[in-house]
């Protein structure tokens, strides 16, 4: 089994970024004086959980574009969706049911994707500002239809604004 670059880079970036927040919320447990064995294993499980379903769900992308057929890419990533969604529940489930593992870590590492990428767009409007990306022909997919979207758009914007100015010219 091939595994796509973008995905190992994109995995290998969650993983990071997992960590992370596996790291602070052990650290939440160490400050409120709760930090046991059960919350490692938690956190483990959650660390696992996480990274282990964004690498499947991107694999599974992958592969799916690649058929070329929407209706059989559409069906895998139903599929996908489907199975991870089961696997993270039971896993979930387990981890209230048995005492060995601490559910919050758990839990909590359901949202850790959201961070991840939240902060990781963050960086990179940062990045952009200070260093704009050059423009490149070859990666921009120009649409068919890009210029009268923004024609359309400014003349809404423009006519939105001319009804501010004119409600204001009156005050």
Known sequence: MKID???????????LGSLICTA?????FVLLRKFD????LGCLVGYVL????FFVMSNTL?????????VTAKLKMKQSYVTRSVVMLVVMGASIVLEQIHWVPVI???FYPRIVIFVRGI??????RKNPPEENPDNYVKWEDDEEETDEFEKFVGGFSKTKDNNTEGK
Do not use: C, W
């Not at 670059?5 to 993983?15: L, S």
């Not at 992958?62 to 929407?70: H, L, Y």
């Open 123 to 128: 960086v990179q409007n940062i990045r952009n």
């Open 62 to 70: 992958t592969k799916a574009i690649s058929t070329g057929d929407e």
């Open 108 to 110: 909590a590492s359901v």
């Open 24 to 28: 602070v919320v052990a650290l939440v």
């Open 37 to 40: 064995v059960t919350v490692v």
């Open 50 to 53: 996480t990274v282990g379903n």
């Open 5 to 15: 670059p973008i995905v190992k880079k994109e995995t290998g970036y969650m993983a």
